[in-house]
């Protein structure tokens, strides 16, 4: 990928993949992006003002167009084009073209994490590290999250709560790994705390005890056996010491119970 002296790049056409279900995220990881280390502007003269001599859309990033001063050029997103009113004919000076620059930055970072979000989902931090991975300032990625935060588009309280309900009831996950996935996405201690609060107990039981039950049955071996295995499968999904023991407790009365039965 080669780095213009206008800050942005030319990256080659995305591969196709496999993987349908992914491709599309992927191939936005090889579009072009806006470089913050470099200065667009750097070989634009001072005190004179520039007329806008062509407007040309480019294909990556998405809805950024190429503006042509001379020979000098810019790339800078539609929306800022319009907003700014940057069409061929009208004319800026260097100072008024670093206000739209900056203008430009947050509006892009703003793009990237729209689009970003799109897939699915996601927590201040993972958007954070994303932002960063594409060389955006600290400046631009906070004002950007908290942008993001105002506007709802992001919501680590809302994810957490929504997170746990899900990976109890789907995945059949416990709160013990629930815990440590929701702390790895950056999430806050006081809304994990809440999001996990909010698990009704017996439906985490009930998500347990299917599993202990399932595991029972298609393991080998002698009583204890059986049970240490199970003990340990469940251990290695995220639930408690006491959920376990509960779950192993009803599993073991079912079968006292088939006993009788026979």
């Known amino acids: 990928m080669m780095k213009s002296r206008y800050g ?28 913050d280390g470099v200065d667009p502007l750097e070989d634009f003269p001072e005190q004179e003002e520039l007329e806008i001599t062509g407007v040309e859309q480019v294909k990556w990033p998405r809805l950024h167009y190429k503006l042509f001063f001379g020979e000098l050029k810019l790339l800078v997103h539609e929306d800022v084009m319009i907003k700014y009113r940057m069409l061929k004919g009208y004319s800026f000076t260097k100072d008024a073209l670093r206000d739209i620059i900056a203008a430009n930055k947050l509006q892009a970072a703003y793009a990237t994490s729209i689009y970003y979000l799109s897939y699915r989902s996601r927590t201040r931090i993972e958007v954070a590290r994303k932002l960063k991975e594409k060389d955006y300032d600290e400046h631009v ?18 994810f957490a709560e929504q997170w746990a309900r899900q990976r109890v009831r789907t995945q059949k996950k416990g709160k013990v ?30 998500s347990a005890t299917g599993l202990a039950r399932k595991k029972w049955n298609s393991t080998s071996g002698e009583w204890l056996d059986k049970k240490r295995k ?25 079968r006292h119970l088939e006993d009788e039965q026979e």
Not at 12 to 31: G, I, L, T
Not at 141 to 158: Q, S, V
Not at 179 to 203: F, N
């Open 8 to 35: 942005w790049n030319r990256s080659r056409k995305p591969k196709q993949r496999e993987e349908s279900v992914s491709n599309n995220e992927q191939d936005w990881e090889e579009e072009e992006e806006i470089q």
């Open 141 to 158: 990625i906070e004002t950007t999250l908290d942008r993001l935060e105002k506007e709802k588009l992001i919501d680590d309280h809302l």
């Open 177 to 206: 790994w629930i815990r440590q996935e929701l702390r790895q996405k950056g999430i806050q201690q006081g809304h994990i705390d809440e999001a996990l609060g909010q698990i009704d107990e017996e439906e985490e039981l009930v």
């Open 230 to 254: 199970t003990m340990a499968y469940l251990m290695r999904r995220g639930y408690s010491s006491d959920l376990i023991k509960r779950a192993l407790a009803a599993i073991e009365e079912e």
